[in-house]
């Protein structure tokens, strides 16, 4: 997935982009800004036995107040595992647990349905 999102002017601050929304492995509250540029890839093979599925993911991204705020040396990386549970398989709908390590910062995730 990726995801692009500028706010111009005055915006209340709940509503300014938040890496770690989009980057697993980052907190949401921990890089926030205006502008957001990321993009987060992912391999899925499920099912891998029965109902039980893996994942691997890498992303990267950075937030700014300004475009020309975006500097290579501010972008984030992050990588991760994680495993899925087909809870119905005519749907694909699962139940997806992952750990995601950024630069700084690691995150668990547990969710019902796919990141995207």
Do not use: C, H
Not at 83 to 107: C, H, P, Q, T
């Amino acid at each position: 997935g990726r995801s692009v999102k500028f706010i111009d002017g005055d915006a209340p601050f709940w509503n300014y982009a938040r890496l770690g929304d989009i980057v697993r492995g980052y907190l949401p509250t921990l890089y926030i800004g205006k502008k957001l540029v990321a993009v987060q890839m992912e391999y899925r093979r499920v099912p891998l036995w029965k109902r039980i599925g893996f994942t691997v993911f890498a992303g990267v991204g950075s937030v700014s107040d300004s475009i020309s705020g975006f500097e290579s040396s501010k972008f984030k990386f992050a990588t991760g595992i994680g495993l899925r549970y087909v809870l119905v398989e005519s749907e694909k709908f699962n139940i997806r647990i992952d750990y995601g390590i950024g630069d700084d910062s690691a995150e668990l995730y547990l969710a019902v349905g796919e990141a995207f």
